[in-house]
């Protein structure tokens, strides 16, 4: 079994860091739950980086209240 290291971040629009979340996975898919609750309505980045590899993910989500 493969072991990935994620470092999740959570931003805003303007670049604000919000949140961090460190997770180690299995390589495949994982689910990984973030709770937006607390935060205002409105555009946010969801940044995964693989720490093995480099590779970067982003995701623009939109939340609404």
């Not at 971040?9 to 609750?37: A, E, W, Y």
């Amino acid at each position: 079994d493969h072991i990935e290291e994620l470092d999740i971040q959570v931003t805003d629009v303007l670049g604000r860091h919000l949140n961090r979340i460190q997770r180690v996975t299995q390589v495949g898919r994982n689910d990984i739950f973030i709770d937006l609750s607390s935060y205002a309505s409105g555009a946010y980045l969801i940044k995964v980086l693989h720490k093995s590899s480099g590779v970067l993910h982003q995701s623009r989500i939109i939340k609404k209240d």
